[in-house]
């Protein structure tokens, strides 16, 4: 009660006509979740990373995020077993909307961490179910290892990412992203930065921010759930992830 109270004074205070009120809003949210022990101290340098391109493309999800998201939908469509990465970052941002979005293609969350402690993934994975997560992974289920990865993230569950054939991985490090891929997984990243090492190694990169482009990806899923296969395998022949980074690049530029 008091924490909602703090909640409210601090939306109070960001005036409705402050033109950046929805990234100051978003801080708070993770402000909050670092306060609940679910995103890590350095997830809040991550945050002001990835605001700083955000400011630099507009705020808003530009044309080859869109196609970037349409790829990704087809792809997660196309699988027979995807998964979503979880983080603190992700978890404290958008529970409710990765809820959904799992929700509409079936699939389970994993939670996924860079600086991993058994605490913060209990914390994660209960912040997540209490969001209307259905089917949480990587728990007390963590009993497989990505090969050639040294960082905590190679520990993942043999039923969620390790058996996985597509993972939507939300800011991510260059490192899992490349051995995900390794393994002969669909990789499809969210992150601001078109010129990180994630960006450029997965398969499909959505250059936008996470909170905006979770719902569409769960739009574009729902539009095209009523597609056959051959219509989705056109969408990723005519997708090109080098394009769109450049695309994206060129737009940060301006
Ligand atoms: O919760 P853990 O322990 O797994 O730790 C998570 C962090 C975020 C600390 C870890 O993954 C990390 O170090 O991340 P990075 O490498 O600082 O940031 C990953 C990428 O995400 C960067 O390229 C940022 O630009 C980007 N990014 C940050 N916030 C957002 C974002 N992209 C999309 N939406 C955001 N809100």
Redesign the pocket.
């Known amino acids: 009660m008091k924490y909602l109270r703090f909640i409210c004074y601090i939306i109070n205070m960001i005036p409705e006509s402050h033109p950046r009120r929805k990234s100051l809003l978003?801080r708070e949210k993770l402000i909050e979740g670092y306060k609940k022990g679910l995103?890590?101290d350095?997830?809040l340098?991550?945050?002001g990373?990835?605001e700083a391109?955000d400011y630099l493309i507009g705020e808003r999800t530009r044309n080859p995020a869109r196609k970037a998201i349409r790829a990704a939908a087809a792809a997660l469509l196309l699988a027979t077993h995807p998964v979503i990465s979880v983080?603190?970052?992700a978890a404290a941002?958008a529970a409710e909307d990765i809820g959904k979005l799992a929700e509409e293609l079936g699939c389970a969350v994993e939670v996924n961490?860079?600086?991993?402690t058994q605490g913060r993934v209990e914390r994660i994975g209960a912040h997540l179910k209490k969001s209307g997560v259905k089917q949480v992974l990587g728990v007390h289920d963590a009993d497989a290892r990505i090969p050639e990865l040294n960082s905590e993230r190679r520990k993942v569950s043999r039923k969620g990412i390790y058996g996985a054939d597509c993972v939507l991985i939300?800011?991510?490090?260059g490192d899992r992203c490349e051995a995900l891929v390794k393994m002969g997984k669909r990789t499809i990243a969210?992150?601001?930065?078109p010129m990180?090492r994630?960006a450029r190694k997965a398969h499909i990169t959505i250059v936008?921010?996470?909170?905006r482009a979770i719902p569409l990806l769960t739009g574009e899923v729902r539009r095209l759930k009523e597609k056959d296969a051959a219509y989705l395998k056109a969408i990723l022949k005519r997708y090109r992830n080098k394009k769109v980074l450049e695309d994206m690049r060129k737009l940060v530029y301006l």
Not at 208 to 211: A, C, Q, Y
């Open positions: 978003l995103v890590c350095s997830g340098i991550a945050q990373r990835g391109f983080n603190g970052n941002l961490l860079f600086y991993r939300p800011l991510e490090d969210i992150d601001l930065n990180s994630t936008d921010e996470f909170t």
